[in-house]
T-cell receptor, first 115, second 111 residues
Framework: AQSVTQLGSHVSVSEGALVLLRCNYS??????LFWYVQYPNQGLQLLLK??????LVKGINGFEAEFKKSETSFHLTKPSAHMSDAAEYFC?????????????FGKGTKLSVKP | KAGVTQTPRYLIKTRGQQVTLSCSPI?????VSWYQQTPGQGLQFLFE???????NKGNFPGRFSGRQFSNSRSEMNVSTLELGDSALYLC??????????FGPGTRLTVL
């Protein structure tokens, strides 16, 4: 069965500092991997996705993630945090071989950005 | 292009009642998925519809059901509401493989 583990339910960084949000996945087949962001009282917005092309994936708002098969990881990074990045971030996995509706999400990491 | 819309945005019900939530996907999207989000369990997949057929189902009791209409709009129904059904219910639509676009959600409170 597929699963996603996000290390750290809360991460706090200073404005301008590096953002690193960790995600490890478990999948018996090649996965598709996603990062979503959720602002308060809103739905989820797709930041980026890995679909077996390039291992380094660039997304919106300056975020990127690197797929490392040997480490079963898909960590999200941003070189310089902005106050507007404060939100909750979710890593998700889906099985390439199955229908597209079955995303498995991690528990989420709440990012705080200090001025 | 309009995004995914969900109605209503907020609902308050009492235990034992039933509720119907509505989702209108992005124009051209034929797949609609539903998720439940709670502080304790996080985001959990409920079911997916494609061309009016349920294609995939999560591990939820039969009180949770859904349907999709010919225009791809979808509804989900929860019967005999329990306190634990209080959650944010998110709908997502997709056209490309594995890329889902989420609506703002319906916040259901069961008293």
């Amino acid at each position: 069965a597929q699963s996603v583990t996000q290390l750290g339910s809360h991460v706090s960084v200073s404005e301008g500092a590096l953002v690193l949000l960790r995600c490890n996945y478990s999948s018996s087949v090649p996965p598709y991997l996603f990062w979503y962001v959720q602002y308060p009282n809103q739905g989820l917005q797709l930041l980026l996705k890995y679909t077996s092309a390039a291992t380094l994936v660039k997304g919106i708002n300056g975020f990127e993630a690197e797929f490392k098969k040997s480490e079963t990881s898909f960590h999200l990074t941003k070189p310089s945090a902005h106050m507007s990045d404060a939100a909750e971030y979710f890593c998700a996995v889906s099985d390439q071989g199955r229908s597209q509706g079955n995303l498995i999400f991690g528990k989420g990491t709440k990012l705080s950005v200090k001025p | 292009k309009a995004g995914v819309t969900q109605t209503p945005r907020y609902l308050i019900k009492t235990r034992g009642q039933q509720v119907t939530l509505s989702c209108s996907p992005i124009s051209g999207h034929r797949s609609v998925s539903w998720y439940q989000q709670t502080p304790g369990q996080g985001l959990q997949f409920l079911f997916e519809y494609f061309s009016e057929t349920q294609r995939n189902k999560g591990n939820f009791p039969g009180r949770f059901s859904g349907r999709q209409f010919s225009n791809s709009r979808s509804e989900m129904n929860v019967s005999t509401l329990e306190l634990g059904d209080s959650a944010l219910y998110l709908c997502a639509s997709s056209m490309e493989v594995h890329e889902q676009f989420f609506g703002p959600g319906t916040r259901l409170t069961v008293l």
